[in-house]
């Protein structure tokens, strides 16, 4: 019997951990989503105390004795794993660069409501966050996006996902990017998609997948809110 998948993650929000689990779904394998049971906070800190290759931070996947962190990483491994991504070594790693980037954006979007530290409230830190997100919508995000609408537009076989003709973890991230800027910036985000439909007709897409639909019906699927990494405070959305 093949170890079951667990994923650890903090309880109450997407986050990071729904860059695994749109991938673990599209998969279609069977995984225990630990945040959504009971002692969530408890069971995850003992399984990261626990571990012979400890994560610094979740998400991460237990598989039996074995723990992967990060998540560009952990997506590394199921796409490998389950067909989510070429199997040639540079398509490998031109499938986890895209991913890298989009962490890097991720990241971004973090700061953007915690400029100053992830352990202030945003109400303490709302000055700078207001300086930080309006560069985060002026430059940053139309310069990633512009990014990945240019990776899509460059040949007529990618038009439908990033890499090559098929399906990869990035395409499932990048869906769920564009679902957290909606979410987070609904007027500048509206503007802002407009000079990038290919990336916008791509999540489109990912979200009409049979197993992502389904998954997005599911109570599996959490809402965004404001304790997560893509948050909407009006404020903000400009
Ligand atoms: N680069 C890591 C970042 C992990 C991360 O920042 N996790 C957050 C939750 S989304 C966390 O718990 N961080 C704790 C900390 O940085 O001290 C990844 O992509 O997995």
């Not at 408890?42 to 004795?65: E, H, K, V, Y």
């Not at 992967?68 to 499938?95: C, D, M, V």
């Amino acid at each position: 019997v093949p170890a079951r998948y667990e994923l650890h993650y903090w309880p109450g929000i997407p986050g990071r951990g729904e860059f695994v689990r749109l991938a673990l779904e599209e998969a279609g394998v069977h995984y225990v989503d630990v945040a959504r049971g009971p002692q969530a906070e408890a069971t995850l800190l003992r399984a990261q105390q626990q571990a012979s290759q400890p994560p610094f931070a979740p998400p991460f996947l237990r598989i039996g004795a074995r723990v992967i962190g990060q998540t560009a990483n952990i997506l590394l491994f199921l796409g490998e794993r389950h067909g989510l991504a070429p199997k040639s070594e540079p398509g490998r790693l031109w499938t986890h660069q895209l991913q890298l980037t989009i962490a890097d954006l991720v990241g971004e979007v973090h700061d953007s409501h915690h400029p100053i530290a992830g352990s202030l409230y945003y109400e303490d830190q709302k000055r700078e966050a207001k300086r930080r997100t309006e560069h985060l919508i002026a430059e940053r995000l139309p310069k990633y996006l512009r990014y990945f609408e240019s990776v899509l537009g460059a040949d007529r076989r990618r038009a439908r996902w990033l890499v090559g003709g098929r399906l990869t973890y990035a395409d499932l991230s990048l869906f769920q990017v564009v679902a957290g800027l909606d979410y987070a910036f609904p007027t500048a985000f509206a503007r802002l998609k407009r000079n990038t439909p290919l990336v916008v007709a791509l999540a489109d897409r990912v979200a009409g997948r049979p197993r992502i639909a389904a998954y997005l019906a599911s109570p599996r699927r959490q809402p965004f809110n404001v304790h997560g990494i893509f948050r909407h405070y009006p404020e903000l959305d400009v």
